[in-house]
């Protein structure tokens, strides 16, 4: 034999035995393992070498994830108000905080609708800006983003007459997506991994269910209760603007219209058997309260709002609120994940945490027994030394 046929007949015989090795390793039920190997480290490997399963969910605590107001962009008067990406990037960056709950709320500011006319007495407004109509190709963006639950109780819902409102109900409803407070649907039940949930929502508007009528809030509160495990309740109410961070314990007025109570219409919910109250409205953050060991959020201000609502200064500032909530609907924990608003930029995180802090400042501020400890970092929980307010004053 030459040299040449010697070291490949070398390399031939070590290439079989490496290859034999391989599959003797990977052959956990191979005779030899099975012959050489006790019975312990046979189990050990045959584990190691099988996929790992994921481990089950577990359901001993609801996740909720909320935000204040959503308006894509409008179409009216021209696509000039609509985003050039067609709105598909709005929520990028807050996608996976969204996606991680079990219930993903927001207030939906406007119309899903393709074309059509304003109400007849919006065109009598002073500012024809402010009337929002949204495509309804929009609502798959939504649904993109994880929400399963909306809100359509607000002053912009009746911005294109019923043929808005209409649209907009039909274009949810081939989405999944849960939706109440209008008079024609003032409530939504669904069910999520076993967990049966009812939502309402209020507001001082025509068309949609009252924020005024705290007696029949109640009932419809009441009512959900009784064929519900948790129940949701959001508002939208209380003066707009800066000068309405904080919350009075009256009834509030803005362009010579009552906007609500919307203290007592929270501390009301509760008693009648809500579970987490979530409100918006003034387009700034306002404090939160413990309350019967259910938390309100007096308001989660505005959160992608496109171009034609003012996101300077602390309207700008955009918290994502995740709450934590036992199968009784008590409260457990929370957190307040601060994003921002820009006009050039979009929805952004904010690491300064600027929306967790401005809403500590004015839960210290409005309800300093508020049962409530928020971080500078944005986590929430019970305060174990106060006892929570249980009635209302």
Do not use: W
């Not at 481990?55 to 996740?63: E, G, L, N, R």
């Not at 999520?192 to 005024?212: E, H, R």
């Not at 019967?292 to 007096?298: C, D, E, M, S, W």
Request: net charge positive; hydrophobic share 40%; aromatic share 8%.
């Amino acid at each position: 034999m030459n040299m040449r046929g010697f070291f490949f007949a070398i390399r031939f015989f070590a290439g079989a035995i490496a290859i034999y090795s391989v599959l003797i390793i990977q052959s956990c039920e191979s005779p030899y393992i099975k012959r050489h190997t006790p019975a312990k480290k046979q189990e050990a490997i045959v584990a190691k070498s099988q996929p790992r399963k994921p481990a089950p969910p577990q359901h001993d605590s609801i996740a909720i994830a909320a935000v204040g107001d959503i308006m894509l962009g409008t179409s009216y008067p021209d696509s000039t108000t609509l985003p050039p990406d067609s709105a598909i990037n709005s929520f990028k960056t807050a996608i996976p905080k969204l996606k991680s709950a079990d219930v993903t709320f927001g207030n939906l500011e406007g119309t899903l609708l393709d074309s059509g006319d304003p109400a007849h007495y919006k065109l009598h407004q002073k500012s024809k800006a402010y009337l929002f109509r949204m495509p309804t190709k929009y609502g798959a963006v939504l649904k993109n983003a994880g929400f399963n639950l909306l809100s359509m109780a607000n002053n912009h819902v009746g911005d294109f007459d019923v043929k808005g409102r209409k649209s907009t109900m039909k274009t949810l409803d081939s989405l999944g997506i849960n939706y109440a407070g209008l008079q024609v649907k003032p409530s939504a039940e669904f069910e999520l991994n076993g967990i049966k949930y009812g939502f309402c929502s209020f507001a001082p508007n025509a068309n949609t269910v009252s924020i005024l009528d705290l007696k029949g809030a109640a009932r419809i509160i009441s009512d959900l209760k009784q064929r519900c495990d948790i129940v949701i309740v959001s508002f939208h109410g209380g003066g707009e603007g800066v000068d309405f961070e904080h919350v009075p314990r009256a009834m509030e007025s803005y362009i010579s219209e009552k906007r609500g109570d919307v203290y007592a219409f929270a501390h009301n919910a509760i008693d009648a058997g809500a579970d987490v109250i979530l409100g918006n409205g003034p387009h700034v953050n306002r404090a939160m309260e413990l309350y019967n060991k259910r938390l309100i959020a007096y308001s989660l201000g505005n959160f992608c709002t496109y171009r034609c609502v003012s996101v300077a200064g602390i309207c700008g500032l955009a918290p994502l609120l995740k709450v934590y909530i036992n199968k009784k609907g008590e409260f457990l924990s929370g957190r307040i994940i601060s994003m921002r608003q820009a006009h050039d930029k979009g929805l952004v995180l904010d690491t300064l945490n600027r929306a967790a802090i401005r809403i500590r400042n004015l839960t210290a501020a409005d309800f300093p027994q508020s049962g409530l400890n928020i971080s500078d970092t944005g986590e929430i929980t019970a305060t174990p030394q106060l006892t929570p307010v249980t009635a209302s004053n």
